[in-house]
């Protein structure tokens, strides 16, 4: 029931709220981000970083810095945050901890898969793996040659087993499959973790709900917007939007009709909360878009924490780790190419 | 449908238990009930209190004050369990009617203060669990938050006083002469 939480919540979730309250204190505030973009070289990033949460990970890297050494860094922090809290979680918060890496296996599954489409080696695309996204027999995904071998071979014995029900067609795999492939994975998977929450109720299926229905909304414009003007028919598109969320089904039937940006802009218009977030673009315009939604979701990210008792906070701090390494790599990089004009392009404050 | 109307039969069923029943009973709510409302509340602070301590070591000797809050609700319901346990006079006549008025209102002041205590307990531990999660990230708002948790925990002392009020005209009948 919404409200009584607090009863019996810190039975087995306290302690990891309290954790993750903590690990969120730890995030880098538009003053840290602020000192960061004044840095001239790497080794001022490293220094100022040095302050931080990230102190431990970054010490003993050698003085010729690399973007990728920070980084991996920084992720690997992540993922140890991740890790601690995972191992100290009882159910439901485990599979709910456990929800939250799959698209992230997916994205590592895509990966190689495409990958070994280009003849590359194995290993080193296990090495561009994101490691929250790892799982055993992840190597043996370079033997697969079409979908169904993809899914006898490997895929049956992970998470993302029910996910392949409307995947399976004996076509091989060529850019344009493993595309859709992967959306529609992303779909089911969405769906699946929207009702998961929902059946958890109270305040997490409430605020939990509410993140994952902008998620299938942004990723509805996305598959629009990166649709157009390829060999994608109307009703495939259609097939990949996800079956909730704000825009389901009205905003779904204009949003596959759209042929140009101009008539996505249209079409969100009837949408406040996406009309806001299109408004801030000029007519044409189509490259801060990307920005525009990380905005928009770190708003709403951040928003999780003020309230207590509910598992969305774990979402919340994974969510807004990956914007912050997110951020630390195009500081790294506008510092290493000496762009600095374009560092406030890139990167998104979170407090 | 018969049975509510023969509600002669009804009251008799009350009227036949012994006022000494209700008086234990009183006195078993008064101090148990109290005592689960002061576990609850302290494992919802204490739980988030640890947690956060792990980050911010330096609110754990001040967030203590939550937890203390907690367990006096667990004081409160035993001494009114024992003030009512001194009240508890035997008497020859069990069913006269000042031995009932006795026997209930030994009841009532153990529901009081049992309930009272309850929530007070869950009030006292809800608010410790946030005091601790916004101290440990600005440690200006102890104080404030702390004057919330007092407010909470005057709710158990009304109980009590009520409850002592209550079981203070609580006087047995004594032998016929």
Not at chain 1, 39 to 45: P, Q, R, T
């Amino acid at each position: 029931m919404y409200g009584f939480e607090a009863l019996n919540f810190n039975v087995d979730g306290g302690y990891l709220e309290a954790i993750v309250r903590g690990y969120k204190a730890g995030l880098l505030t538009t003053a840290d981000y602020n000192n960061l973009c004044q840095c001239e070289h790497l080794d001022d990033i490293k220094m100022h970083l040095g302050a931080s949460d990230y102190a431990p990970y970054l010490a003993n890297e050698p003085s010729p810095l690399h973007t990728s050494a920070i980084v991996e860094k920084c992720t690997q922090k992540l993922v140890d945050d991740y890790n601690h809290m995972l191992s100290q979680a009882t159910e439901p918060l485990s599979t709910f901890l456990e929800y939250i890496t799959y698209g992230h296996m997916i994205d590592n599954v895509v990966l190689i898969v495409t990958g070994s489409l280009h003849e590359r080696d194995v290993h080193e695309l296990l090495e561009k793996c994101h490691p929250l996204g790892m799982f055993d027999s992840i190597a043996t995904l370079a033997v697969a040659q079409n979908m169904r071998e993809l899914y006898r071979l490997v895929l049956v014995d992970t998470p993302l087993a029910p996910y392949f029900s409307e995947c399976i067609t004996s076509e091989d795999l060529d850019e344009m499959n493993i595309e859709v492939m992967r959306n529609t994975l992303y779909k089911a998977y969405l769906e699946d973790f929207y009702r998961f929450c929902k059946k958890l109720g109270g305040a997490t299926s409430t605020i939990m709900c509410d993140l994952l229905a902008f998620e299938a909304d942004r990723r509805a414009i996305n598959i629009t917007i990166n649709s157009i003007g390829t060999e994608l028919t109307r009703d495939d598109r259609k097939k990949l939007y996800s079956n909730f969320g704000i825009l389901y089904p009205y905003g779904h039937d204009e949003l596959s009709v759209c042929e140009d940006f101009d008539q996505v802009r249209g079409a969100m218009e009837k949408y406040p909360a996406y009309q806001g977030i299109f408004a801030k673009l000029s007519f044409g315009e189509s490259q801060m878009l990307d920005k525009a939604f990380y905005e928009e979701e770190v708003k709403r990210l951040t928003l999780t924490f003020e309230q207590q008792f509910h598992y969305a906070v774990f979402f919340a701090y994974m969510r807004l780790g990956e914007q912050e390494v997110r951020n630390l790599m195009w500081i790294s990089e506008c510092v290493a190419q000496q762009q600095k004009s374009r560092i406030h392009d890139g990167v998104v404050m979170i407090f | 449908m018969g049975f509510v109307l023969w509600w002669r039969e009804w009251t008799h069923a009350f009227l036949y238990m012994s006022p000494f029943v209700f008086s234990a009973i009183g006195i078993a709510l008064s101090v148990g009930i109290s005592v689960l409302g002061a576990a609850w509340g302290i494992y919802i602070t204490g739980s988030t209190l640890i947690g956060a301590a792990i980050r911010a070591p330096r609110i754990t000797s001040k967030n203590l004050i939550s937890v203390i809050f907690c367990e006096a609700v667990a004081i409160y319901g035993v001494i009114v369990a024992i003030i009512l346990q001194t009240k508890l006079e035997n008497t020859t006549q069990p069913f006269d009617p000042e031995s009932m008025r006795a026997g209930y209102s030994l009841f009532a002041s153990g529901i009081i203060v049992g309930f009272a205590n309850l929530v007070c307990g869950l009030c006292v531990g809800i608010i410790g669990s946030s005091c601790a999660l916004s101290d440990a990230q600005n440690s200006t708002l102890f104080v404030k938050i702390l004057v919330i948790e007092i407010f909470g925990s005057a709710l158990g002392l009304f109980g009590v006083i009520v409850g002592i009020i209550m079981s203070s005209q609580a006087s047995w009948p004594s032998a016929p002469i």
